[in-house]
């Protein structure tokens, strides 16, 4: 059983930032990488980033520059800092991990989501 705490989320003006974290907790034997994605009413659910235990990191062209993925392997988190914050990052933001348990069985698991919202 492995659970995703996310915190973070909120209401902020575009230029503006906010930083998401993430921890994992439960029968993690290790986490192979961790990432964020979001959706947005009436779109696909879409990878924002990724990042792996060794620290390679993915980003949706949409964010680079603006937005920065680190982990803290020890803690099992995950942050994302977002900074120069637009009105098309507005969704609902999840937290994944690509998780092997202790009985080698490789998952993946979600958060429950949380809201961000940049006004113009």
């Known amino acids: 059983q492995v659970q995703l705490v996310e915190s973070g989320g909120g209401l902020v003006q575009a230029g503006g930032s906010l930083r998401l974290s993430c921890a994992a907790s439960?029968?993690?034997?290790?986490?192979?990488?961790m990432g964020w994605y979001r959706q947005a009413p009436g779109k696909q659910r879409e990878l924002v980033a990724t990042?792996?235990?060794?620290?390679?990191?993915n980003y949706a062209d949409s964010v680079k520059g603006r937005f920065t993925i680190s982990r803290d392997n020890a803690k099992n988190t995950v942050s994302l800092q977002m900074n120069s914050l637009k009105p098309e990052d507005t969704a609902v933001y999840y937290c994944?991990?690509?998780?092997?348990?202790?009985?080698?069985?490789?998952?993946?698991?979600w958060g429950q989501g949380t809201q961000v919202t940049v006004s113009s």
């Open positions: 994944n991990a690509d998780i092997t348990d202790w009985a080698m069985t490789t998952f993946g698991s």
């Open positions: 990042i792996t235990r060794h620290d390679n990191t």
């Open positions: 439960g029968s993690i034997r290790r986490i192979n990488a």
